[in-house]
């Protein structure tokens, strides 16, 4: 158990409203990202984080931005939301000091856009 | 870029067989990291195996192995003694060394295993 939860677990929006997504984890890592996962597309990431204010795009960053106050909550938000949001969202950890980097995931979020 | 590549979209294997599951991924470098992961129904992912490329030994966990070719830039997962609770997707993925410490980890776009009774 890599200590991270994930909220909402299921959310339906509709098209044009914000959403935000929460990623809490309890062991102080500094590195989280999330990402998407959609059929026939794998897992692409969205954003990451490497310290708290310290962000970075991934690939597929467009329509969504994040936030990192706190070491322990990661917040990635779809300041409107459109169809092609539509997907499970996971967001993941990197343990400190880990030599290959591996991910650990939360349970991920699915979210319907209407 | 880096991509991965998993061509066989679907897989199906009786219990107790073997199964194979091919992983392949383009670089330059050449020190990397590659994973496998698992995810069964409940959407959770779960790491099965790692292997670094710096090391000639294939890596094992249990009933999973790897054959790790890096000249071919394979990576393939071997399932021995297939089980019902091995039916999931299954994601290769690809690490670069840290450079800063913001490496990302690449995945492919997954291959269903299904495990007949």
């Known amino acids: 158990d890599a200590g991270i939860t994930q909220s909402p677990r299921h959310k339906v929006t509709e098209t044009g409203t914000p959403v935000t997504l929460r990623c809490h984890q309890t062991?102080?890592?500094?590195?989280m990202y999330w990402y998407r996962q959609d059929p026939g597309h794998g897992l692409r990431l969205i954003h990451y984080s490497y310290g708290v204010k310290d962000t970075d795009k991934g690939e597929v960053s467009d329509g969504y931005s994040v936030s990192r106050s706190k070491t322990e909550d990661f917040l990635l938000t779809l300041e409107s939301a459109t169809s092609s949001q539509t997907s499970v969202y996971f967001c993941a950890i990197r343990p400190t000091g880990g030599r290959t980097g591996e991910l650990f995931f939360g349970e991920g979020s699915r979210l319907t856009v209407l | 870029a880096q991509t991965v590549t998993q061509s066989q979209p679907e897989m199906s294997v009786q219990e107790a067989e073997t199964v194979t599951l091919s992983c392949t991924y383009d670089t330059s470098e050449s020190d990397y990291y590659l994973f496998w992961y698992k995810q069964p129904p409940s959407r959770q992912m779960i790491l099965v195996i790692r292997q670094e490329a710096y090391k000639q030994q294939n890596a094992t966990e249990n009933r999973f192995s790897v054959n790790f070719q890096k000249a071919a830039k394979s990576f393939s997962l071997k399932i021995s003694d297939s089980q019902l609770g091995d039916a999931a997707m299954y994601f290769c993925a690809y690490r670069r060394p840290s450079q800063g410490g913001s490496e990302k980890l690449v995945f492919g776009k997954g291959t269903k295993l299904t495990v007949n009774p």
């Open positions: 062991e102080n890592h500094r590195y």
